[in-house]
């Protein structure tokens, strides 16, 4: 484990509580949310359904404002979207009017930078995720899993350090999400970023992560944080030893004690 | 053929879309003018209706070459079809900029929308006499007068088509720090395509509308100048070819737009069939 060597975290959330509604139709998301993220690691924010997980990702990626408490973001304060944070999903969101190359590449695009000096990349990226024979298809064209291996591609094309990911495999068929769980373990260890991943899927939850942060049902709380020691790269049969399914326990009952 | 691929042709065979291809649309359409020209035939020749009101289909026929070779019935038809592309054209930028400058804001929204809606329920007509009063007879008035009939349909569809877009394609957007405009033009804009151009097909039927009605009232020249004069001299039936004209350019506008459209937002026409399963 890395825990001694205390690098400044990427991302700090000091207090974050967010309240929607006024009035009688107040209504509290995301309770005094302490939360650090490493440099490197792969952080699951675990919670069941309406806790305030997406919340708290949105909040942590500039889409949303806290209503109390506050990021910082590489030690500034966080106070709209960044470059150097990617976010990703439980839909694919591909816009139907570009192909799967120009909606990898809308990132660059949008800001403002040469489309031809990232069309290696983007062609690259698309076939390390097997896609590559789809780069000039639309996404109606493609399965619902090939588009979620394409947002994949348009998170990671401008390289951010921070992968916000919403259970971007959410909408996915229990086998092709493990496929990508897979991908995505192996594209971040290759990338080197940060991620945070919001799942309700304890075992996904273990099975990816470096720490699991367990979240109370609404208002969402955090209950506690879970180290996950298991080398890298993990593979499937990883979830088969008794280690592994006593980590799996153990964050079922944080979940159940609440 | 295999078993599997038996069982598919099966399937196919059965679908209603499969079946529903093995005879054309144009069809039922062959088979509404035969029975619309039998009854405007029987009501006419049975003198039900008198023919001053209605001619007879054979006498229509008949004036039909009469009217097309006269003079000068090309340049007015142009003139009418120049009114109606310049009336739409200048109609459809000024409802879909507007649409445009009102989705992006709702304290606009909030204070023009409403008078906006109320100016429409005034029938557009009713301003050609005073149009006419202020510009005159000339074609001006009528691109004025076509322009004013189409523009709301093309506005009130861009105003809510810009409003469509998916929020994780909004908050994809913004997650990449896009701009206002950004996601206006990548985003919002093409997601309301297929909503504006129901408002483009509908405008331009109204655009047709307005410049004629305007010619009809009062015009030096284009098809509505030609059916005062024929309406003067009682000639019911050259009456009707002109009619008949109208119908024809009615036809060709929805048929360049429809075009326009499956060009322009093909991934509409093409996102409910898979082309990679389609039956070569
Ligand atoms: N824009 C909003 N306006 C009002 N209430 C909201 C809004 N967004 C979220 N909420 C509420 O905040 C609570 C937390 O929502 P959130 O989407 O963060 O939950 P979640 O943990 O992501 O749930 P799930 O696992 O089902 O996605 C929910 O009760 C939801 O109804
Ligand atoms: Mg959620």
Redesign the pocket.
């Known amino acids: 484990m890395t825990t001694t060597t205390q690098t400044a975290p990427l991302v700090r959330a000091t207090g974050v509580t967010?309240k929607?509604?006024s009035g009688d139709k107040e209504?509290v998301?995301?309770s005094g949310l302490n939360l650090e993220v490493r440099e490197g690691e792969f952080l699951s924010l675990l919670?069941?359904?309406?806790?305030?997980?997406?919340?708290?990702l949105?909040i942590m990626g500039g889409l949303l404002s806290a209503t109390e408490g506050s990021i910082t973001f590489g030690g500034k304060t966080l106070t709209e979207p960044s470059r150097q944070i990617g976010m990703m999903f439980?839909q694919a969101v591909m816009f139907p009017w570009r192909t799967t190359l120009d909606n990898v590449l809308l990132p660059v695009e949008i800001f403002g930078e040469s489309k031809k000096k990232y069309r290696a990349k983007a062609e690259e990226l698309l076939s390390m995720v097997g896609i590559s024979e789809f780069a000039g298809s639309y996404p109606w064209q493609l399965s619902g899993g090939m588009q979620q291996r394409a947002a994949l591609c348009r998170v990671l094309l401008h390289d951010p350090k921070l992968l916000l990911l919403?259970?971007p495999f959410g909408a996915l068929d229990e086998f092709t999400r493990e496929t990508m769980n897979q991908e995505l373990l192996r594209l971040q260890a290759h990338t080197k970023s940060t991620a945070v991943l919001?799942t309700?899927n304890i075992t996904e939850a273990v099975f990816m992560s470096d720490r699991v942060a367990v979240?109370s049902a609404?208002p969402?709380r955090l209950i506690g944080i879970l180290e996950i020691p298991f080398d890298r790269p993990r593979t499937p049969d990883l979830q088969t030893t008794s280690d592994f399914v006593a980590l799996v326990a153990e964050a079922r009952k944080m979940l159940e004690l609440q | 053929m295999t078993r599997t691929e038996q069982i598919a042709q099966l399937a196919i065979d059965a679908s209603p879309r499969a079946k529903r291809k093995k005879f054309s649309p144009y069809i039922l359409t062959a088979l509404i003018a035969p029975l619309i020209l039998a009854v405007w035939w029987f009501v006419t020749e049975t003198r039900i209706v008198p023919p001053i009101l209605l001619p007879t289909p054979a006498s229509v026929v008949q004036s039909f070459p009469r009217v097309v070779f006269a003079d000068g019935f090309g340049d007015q038809i142009i003139r009418t079809v120049t009114e109606i592309v310049g009336g739409f054209a200048l109609g459809a930028t000024i409802g879909f900029l507007l649409g445009m400058l009102l989705s992006s804001s709702s304290r606009l929204r909030a204070a023009y929308l409403p008078a906006l809606s109320a100016l429409e329920a005034i029938p557009t007509v009713i301003l050609a006499p005073i149009i006419i009063a202020w510009v005159g007879f000339g074609m001006e008035g009528k691109v004025m007068q076509a322009a004013l009939a189409c523009f709301y349909a093309v506005f009130i569809t861009t105003l809510s088509g810009l409003g469509l877009a998916e929020p994780n394609a909004v908050n994809l957007m913004r997650s990449l720090g896009a701009s206002r405009w950004q996601t206006m033009a990548k985003l919002r804009v093409p997601t309301a395509l297929p909503v504006i151009f129901g408002g483009l097909q509908l405008g331009a039927t109204t655009a047709i509308i307005g410049a004629i009605v305007s010619e009809f009232i009062g015009s030096v020249g284009g098809l509505g100048y030609l059916m005062i004069r024929y309406r003067g001299s009682f000639d019911t039936a050259a009456y009707w070819v002109i009619i008949f004209f109208f119908l024809v350019i009615g036809l060709v506008t929805y048929l360049l737009i429809w075009y326009a459209e499956k060009k322009i937002v093909f991934w509409r026409h093409t996102a409910i069939t898979r082309p990679d399963l389609e039956k070569p």
């Open positions: 967010k929607f509604g209504m998301a995301l919670g069941p359904s309406g806790c305030g997980k997406s919340t708290a949105n439980q919403d259970e919001v309700h979240m609404r969402g």
